[in-house]
């Protein structure tokens, strides 16, 4: 009996440390909330999940005094990052527009040059989109038809990348490239949308097919299934035209609403961000279940172009009701772009971008948008993205103007880290500043290896290289603060042969996994994430979702967890799984969710 009660004890003494140093209070004033209820009948026993912004281990993460690191990955992939996926075979598809002449890739001498319908039908001897190889940085061309210009796209369950949309021959075009073809190539098919999408956004749905919505001039959506043959079907969308700007004459869109921010919440329901309003809508009907008060401040999509995450969805063993949380961050005034852009005005006016974040809990009754702490510098057109071990990162974009042609100045070079749970004041850190200017047609992705990809930018309408910003073509990687040299043996290292890799609803799984020096790892200090990795274009990562999955116990180095309950939290698909240790992570695993 005096044994148990020490274990008991021994188990509580950290987990209550943790909480109180860690546990930062619930802005949603659920400050005063006690901490999540721990079963203490062992020393195995699970740390139930929680979504209050507890601390996820049993004692103090790590924290890093490493800023970061970047290097240059490539000297020169020929074709600037307008949009791009990270796909489940390694390969990292990214792509520009076929309108607007040559990239900085020609094509091998011998390949055929292909006809281009968007520039008078005459060959084009040059590539606009790649196939890179982020493993060994070496890269393919890929074949284009119909303009992909602002385009939007998801991955299908099986790992297929559809991009869809675009412009000119390509606006209702949708474009597939296989998951299991290492040198495969789009298939196009030009037309199959119902409506025409330029600067649209997808979500995946819990079936696995998507939501395609808005555009310029397209107050509508459209569902879209896993498969190229299908009949289109378009929901009119009143929110959408109510949330654009007027132009201000012909030719001279203002809009503010286009790429709008989409979030697949946990009851089913579609949380649609544009301009400064919020909805929830059911997607089989188009019905809208909310409104929600606008978001003061400015506006917070296309052009000014802020930045939107849903926080990582952190699941119980019983499946206790999930409690989605949105951030929105940066943007501009709603006249930023008339000031700016040369198709209103001959000396432009740069505005500061927005320097606010505001975060939201769309499920609750009495929804509202709650002041964030400050970003320590204004951001538009940054990428804001999940890091592996569940904090946040953002990066690219400028201090002062908007999306557009030369329509922003001042680049933003600080990445900066995101922990929504610590206390006020201390959610952000910034980091080592990059060298190189990423903003607008500029991208980011986190790799399984844990560092970030980042490529791209062209403030221009054509590739122009002797400017302030020049067109980019070198692609970088950086080492967020988790890849602290000093912290090299406390990184988790997974065994890809005695891990499941495909994961069921509801079930539980097993991740074989130790520390790098083969130290067991222990319940109470670790954490596992699963991260969906989104299609990224214009400072919106589309489809971008993280699952925390409950663990039930590790023993002899074996954690077995609990997979997510449904395609509603988990859309089915590929999912990056990682193993953090006190906020370390390791390198991932692709692992398939159904």
């Known amino acids: 009996m005096a044994s148990s009660i020490k274990t008991v004890i021994l188990f509580l003494l950290p987990l209550l440390l943790a909480y109180s140093v860690l546990a930062a209070p619930d802005i949603t004033d659920g400050g005063d909330k006690p901490g999540p209820e721990i079963d203490d009948g062992g020393g195995d026993k699970p740390v139930p999940g929680n979504n209050d912004g507890a601390s996820d281990y049993a004692k103090p993460a790590f924290e890093p005094e490493f800023m970061g690191a970047w290097v240059i990955d490539n000297p020169n992939a020929g074709v600037a990052a307008m949009q791009l996926q990270l796909m489940p075979n390694d390969q990292i598809v990214w792509f520009d527009t076929t309108s607007l002449g040559a990239s900085g890739y020609k094509l091998p001498e011998g390949t055929p040059c292909p006809i281009n319908p968007d520039a008078n039908n005459q060959p084009d001897c040059y590539a606009h989109g790649i196939a890179y190889d982020w493993k060994t940085s070496k890269y393919r061309p890929l074949t284009l038809q119909g303009d992909a210009w602002c385009s939007s796209g998801n991955l299908w369950p099986n790992g297929n990348l559809m991009a869809t949309g675009g412009t000119f021959s390509g606006d209702k075009a949708i474009r597939v490239i296989a998951n299991d073809d290492p040198k495969g190539d789009f298939t196009t098919k030009i037309g199959a949308l119902a409506d025409t999408r330029w600067y649209s956004s997808n979500q995946v749905l819990p079936d696995g097919s998507s939501v395609v919505l808005g555009g310029r001039d397209s107050y509508s959506y459209e569902i879209v299934p896993p498969q190229m043959e299908f009949k289109p079907k378009r929901f009119d969308l009143p929110f959408m035209q109510q949330t654009t700007e007027p132009p201000l004459g012909p030719g001279r869109p203002v809009e503010n609403n286009l790429y709008p921010f989409l979030f697949l919440l946990p009851d089913g329901n579609i949380f649609l961000f544009a301009n400064n309003r919020a909805i929830t809508f059911e997607p089989a009907t188009g019905k809208t279940v909310k409104e929600f008060p606008v978001l003061p401040g400015g506006s917070r999509n296309y052009p000014p172009s802020g930045s939107a995450a849903l926080f990582p969805l952190k699941l119980t063993a019983d499946n206790a009701p999930v409690i989605p949380e949105i951030v929105i961050c940066g943007g501009n005034q709603p006249n930023a772009y008339e000031l700016v852009d040369a198709r209103h005005v001959t000396e432009k006016q740069f505005l500061p971008a927005l320097q606010d974040c505001n975060r939201i809990q769309p499920m609750a009754a009495d929804a ?78 986190l790799l399984p290896d844990t560092r970030v990809l980042v490529a791209g930018s062209n403030m221009h309408q054509f590739y122009t290289f002797d400017t302030e910003f020049p067109t980019e073509l070198r692609v970088e990687k950086f080492s967020p603060p988790y890849l602290d040299p000093a912290l090299e043996t406390e990184r988790t290292q997974i065994d890809p042969a005695n891990t499941d890799a495909v994961l069921k609803y509801g079930k539980p799984f097993k991740i074989t996994a130790a520390l790098m020096e083969k130290q067991p790892l222990v319940l109470g200090e670790v954490k596992v994430t699963l991260l969906y990795p989104p299609f990224t274009t214009h400072g919106f990562s589309q489809n971008q979702r993280m699952i925390v999955p409950a663990i039930t116990s590790v023993q002899n180095g074996v954690i077995t967890a609990v997979a997510p309950p449904s395609g509603q939290i988990a859309p089915p698909g590929y999912y990056i799984m990682f193993v953090s240790h006190l906020g370390i992570p390791g390198a991932g695993i692709w692992v398939h969710i159904d």
């Open 368 to 445: 509202a948008w709650i002041p964030e702490q400050n970003m320590p510098s204004p951001r538009t057109m940054g990428d804001l993205i999940h890091l592996a071990n569940g904090d946040m990162l953002m990066l690219n974009g400028a201090k002062k103007g908007t999306s557009g042609w030369e329509d922003a100045t001042e680049a933003n070079l600080t990445p900066v880290l995101y922990t929504p749970y610590k206390p006020m004041g201390q959610r952000f850190k910034e980091l080592t500043p990059t060298t190189i200017a990423r903003m607008y047609h500029s991208c980011s992705a």
